[in-house]
Nanobody, 118 residues
Framework: VQLQASGGGVVQAGGSLRLSCAAS????????MGWYRQAPGKQRELVAH???????NYADSVKGRFTISRDNAKNTANLQMNSLRPEDTAVYYC?????????????WGQGTLVTVSS
């Protein structure tokens, strides 16, 4: 299984970025996809999560600013991030929960850095 994440970068406070994550490989079906982040000196935390039937869950700190969406046909998940704040600076990781040959699996992609300048 591979997760290809893209879209990180540097943006000024108040700006927007869009992260994309594409899953490929030996995947029978995807149960859920999500984005997590880890800031320097902090633990990894959930940012947003979406299930195969479209249910979403967001961290309180990003509600109203971030939107997660999925394209089930393409096994992709996107995170639209608006009104970015310096405290959103972190490495963002894509996660997928999927059914494969060995049953239910959980896989992490390599992170993409988001830097928000004040």
């Amino acid at each position: 299984v591979q997760l290809q994440a893209s879209g990180g970068g540097v943006v000024q406070a108040g700006g927007s970025l869009r992260l994309s994550c594409a899953a490929s490989g030996s995947i029978f079906s995807i149960s859920a996809m999500g984005w997590y982040r880890q800031a320097p000196g902090k633990q990894r935390e959930l940012v947003a999560h979406i299930t195969s039937d479209g249910r979403t869950n967001y961290a309180d700190s990003v509600k109203g600013r971030f939107t997660i969406s999925r394209d089930n046909a393409k096994n992709t998940a996107n995170l639209q991030m608006n009104s970015l704040r310096p405290e959103d600076t972190a490495v963002y990781y894509c996660n997928v929960v999927y059914f494969g040959q060995t049953g239910l699996n959980n896989y992490w992609g390599q992170g993409t850095l988001v830097t928000v300048s004040s």
